[in-house]
């Protein structure tokens, strides 16, 4: 199982990136997506969550109203479309798979891609 993040770059607050993930070995719609970030210094944290097979989704408070996670269930994707975005969103983002409908905890999934950078400035 692979999972890809990517979308990241630099952008200006009040600005938008659309961050996607991609997998293989896996089907999206029989698990529960997350996205996480770590953001510098700190450690990772829940921001967005998809249960595929009910279509429930959850949200950090901090991102609640800002950042929307979709699908794409023929390319077998899911995005985080950011906008908004505040100097403090700025962090390397992970999505990642589990089973546990609804979760918010990262322990509870158990692939992971690699991160990808979303920068914010000023």
């Known amino acids: 199982v692979q999972l890809q993040a990517s979308g990241g770059g630099l952008v200006q607050a009040g600005g938008s990136l659309r961050l996607s993930c991609t997998a293989s070995?896996?089907?999206?719609?029989?698990?529960?997506v997350g996205w996480f970030r770590q953001r510098p210094g700190l450690e990772r944290e829940f921001v967005a969550s998809?249960?595929?097979?009910?279509?429930?989704?959850n949200y950090a408070d901090s991102v609640k109203g800002r950042f929307t996670v979709s699908k794409d269930i023929a390319e077998n994707k899911v995005y985080l479309e950011m906008n908004n975005l505040k100097p403090e969103d700025t962090a390397d983002y992970y999505c990642?798979?589990?089973?546990?409908?609804?979760?918010?905890?990262?322990?509870?999934?158990?692939?992971w891609g690699q991160g990808t950078l979303v920068t914010v400035s000023s």
């Open positions: 998809f249960t595929w097979s009910v279509g429930v989704k």
């Open positions: 070995g896996i089907t999206f719609s029989s698990h529960n």
């Open positions: 990642a798979v589990g089973r546990i409908a609804f979760s918010k905890s990262a322990a509870d999934y158990y692939y």
